[in-house]
């Protein structure tokens, strides 16, 4: 009877302190101040190595560090990476496995990713930067839910009014009233969205000039067409031109170092100030 009772009171015992510590670990977990992380959003057909030198350029600075890469599948979502509650600046590569999914299906796998970040982290707000068709993933999510709020986001060659073979071309211009003359598919989008839009995110757009008046695949009256479209819902709006062989399409995101100035220098002004949730 002896070790029947001894036996159950170390049984109990062991049931208390896994209570106890399961317990004491939802509330560590909760109560983690986990920071503001910075989503990174390629475009159209990219993969995971677009911001590498983005990447590189915040952690030599010791300003933004990666932490994870969201691999973000029809049906689930696959997390690489260690995020620890210390990283001020954390950044987090977003990868759709379906590359050539439209923006309207991304919209809706991006807000599944914001909500899950907010699950497991307990974050409130986030920040993006955003490259070609990825800046309209990134606007048409938001415009549709916002289980985080969007503080900062830097757009880079947004095609909001479509791009060259996709819509858009060199004769399209800027009306008097600030509108394309074209308007194409991505643009009447943006203007339905801007109905639901939280106001509020501060934008800075950077678009590549290579000659043209185009990134070689974005025209800057593409780019500029995000202001009549959506720009009223900004809480502030700058716009960057960049020029030469570094501001072409691809290599704006991945090799221009004035682009990866700008980005770093919007999203964290003061980069040893701790930003809040």
């Not at 990219?46 to 983005?54: P, S, V």
């Not at 990283?87 to 999914?101: D, G, R, Y």
């Not at 639901?196 to 678009?207: E, K, N, T």
């Amino acid at each position: 009877m002896k070790r029947r009772i001894a036996y159950f009171s170390v049984l109990l015992a062991l049931l208390l302190f896994g209570v106890f510590y399961t317990n004491r670990q939802d509330h560590v977990a909760a109560n983690s101040q986990y920071q503001r992380p910075t989503l990174l959003i390629a475009g159209l057909g990219a993969g995971k190595r677009t911001y590498n030198q983005l990447i590189d350029h915040a952690e030599q600075r010791d300003d933004g560090h990666y932490v994870l890469t969201a691999v973000i599948k029809p049906d689930t979502i696959q997390y690489f990476g260690d995020w620890q509650p210390s990283e001020q600046h954390p950044l987090i590569k977003v990868v759709f496995a379906n590359k050539w999914a439209s923006w309207q299906q991304n919209a809706i796998w991006l807000n599944r990713l914001l909500t899950q970040l907010k699950q497991r982290y307990h974050i409130r707000s986030f920040n993006a930067i955003a490259h070609s068709r990825g800046n309209l993933d990134l606007l048409i999510a938001y415009s549709r839910k916002h289980p985080l709020i969007l503080k900062r986001a830097v757009l880079i060659s947004v095609p909001a009014d479509g791009a060259l073979g996709r819509g858009d071309t060199l004769q399209n211009r800027l009306m008097a009233n600030g509108r394309p003359e074209f308007r194409h598919s991505a643009y009447r989008d943006l203007v339905q969205a801007r109905k639901r839009f939280p106001p509020g995110v501060h934008v800075l757009s950077i678009m590549g000039n290579v000659g043209n008046g185009s990134d070689s695949r974005v025209t800057n009256v593409s780019s500029k067409s995000l202001v009549p479209a959506l720009g009223g819902r900004f809480s502030t709006y700058r716009q960057v031109l960049v020029h030469g062989p570094l501001a072409s399409h691809h290599l704006i995101v991945r090799r221009n170092p004035r682009v990866r100035r700008l980005a770093v220098n919007f999203l964290w002004p003061d980069a040893k100030m701790n930003q809040p949730r």
